[in-house]
């Protein structure tokens, strides 16, 4: 009996190491000739007029720059610029306030937002695009910094009829702690492959909300932000009913500069626990998928049941070095982001943090964000505990 058990385990366990391969070489071929040599589309002559939005609660000492930066776009057309919170305490608003001073004639506002609903990101969202007087909305994070070709990347692609939402994946602005380090290994060498392989096959329904932008038409033909009031994924809503109405949701071979979180390793954990949970809320069943995406952990797990045999411990180095190598070529060939020559030695650190957190995910409903405590519901709705 034992024996058997045994047998299957391994079987099991090898052929989810085989599939991980599988996935993390082509999930590399995608991005590798989808990011390598890309050009931003054409602007049209006039620019359009674009509304760019930032809801934030809460400030740290990046938050200045990250909200200077979208002063300095090299853009041809209007800008309108709109920064949101929920409180007039709220630490963000003097510093809003002191950018307002310095650049009067950039179009700055900054407005309070309603608390109408469980997520309290799209209440602040809600309530600033009442405000805009552009028909282009591009929505971004509190701590993305943007370069000054953003809009000549963004605007053309948000342009076509075809598309209904526009995104692009965050690169890693160096910080010293080790949840940032491992925040920004996951969003370039797990998250980015596993896009760029949906994108090229299956296609994709769903957006990442540090930067993601929709046609005022698109917005409103799903009725915005009223829609999804409760949802904790507000990005994948606001693609995903683009992508019902009949439109293309796109990922950019652009990354945004991001600030990543200055957090140790329990924070890092829990906020990658928190991103799969959200995944499973919303997509179930592809979420079972993503067990074929850590080959380097499932190859670990082989050789612990296994461990007294060479071969195991030498698929753990075999796979080891592929998950290295490829991520190394990446970064170095087509992201030019040097995540992983800065913090390599991390990279199956987070293998093993995503497979436990894909396992955990399972096993429980509430999830912590930004220090409260919510029940996440079937379909993925918030309902807050006390």
């Known amino acids: ?147 000054p070709d953003l809009l000549r990347w963004l605007v053309p692609a948000t342009l076509d009829p075809s598309v209904g939402c526009v995104s692009c994946l965050p690169a890693w602005i160096p910080c010293a702690s080790v949840g940032g380090k491992l925040a920004a290994l996951h ?50 809503e606001f693609a995903n009913r683009s992508f019902r109405l009949g439109y293309r949701c796109v990922v950019l071979p652009y990354l945004v500069e991001t600030f990543m979180p200055v957090e140790g390793l329990g924070a890092s954990v829990r906020r990658i626990r928190r991103w799969l949970k959200t995944i499973r809320g919303v997509r179930p069943k592809p979420f079972v998928g993503l067990a074929f995406c850590y080959p380097f952990a499932w190859s670990l797990v082989l050789a612990l049941v296994n461990p007294t045999a060479p071969w195991a411990w030498a698929t753990v180095a075999t796979t080891l070095a592929l998950r290295l190598v490829s991520a190394l070529h990446l970064d170095e060939t087509a992201l030019r982001t040097g995540t992983v020559r800065r913090a390599w030695w991390l990279l199956p650190v987070i293998d093993l943090i995503n497979l436990y957190a894909y396992l955990a995910a399972f096993c429980s409903n509430t999830v ?15 309902e807050p505990v006390e």
């Open 368 to 382: 912590w964000w930004a220090g409260r405590k919510y029940r996440l519901l079937p379909g993925g709705a918030l």
């Open 187 to 236: 969003y370039d060498f797990v998250y980015l492959p596993q896009w760029m392989l949906a994108q090229q096959t299956t296609g994709i329904e769903w957006a990442i909300g540090h930067t993601m932008t929709q046609r005022r038409e698109v917005f409103e033909a799903y009725g915005g932000f009223d829609a999804f009031l409760d949802a904790l994924a507000d990005d994948y």
């Open 1 to 147: 009996m034992l024996h058997a058990l045994w047998l299957v385990a391994t079987l099991a366990l090898g052929a989810l190491t085989l599939a991980g391969v599988a996935s993390l070489l082509l999930g590399w071929r995608a991005a590798l000739r989808y990011f390598r040599g890309a050009q931003p589309g054409a602007l049209p002559d006039p620019a359009p007029p674009v509304t760019i939005f930032k809801a934030v609660e809460g400030a740290d000492e990046d938050t200045c720059e990250a909200f200077a930066s979208y002063l300095r776009l090299d853009y041809p057309g209007r800008v309108e610029y709109i920064i949101g919170t929920l409180r007039e305490d709220d630490p963000v608003v003097p510093i809003v306030r002191s950018l307002q001073a310095a650049h009067p004639d950039a179009g700055l506002k900054l407005v309070f937002g309603e608390l109408v609903g469980a997520n309290r990101k799209t209440s602040i969202m809600r309530t600033m695009v009442q405000e805009a007087t552009t028909d282009l909305f591009i929505f971004t994070d509190g701590d993305v910094r943007a370069e």
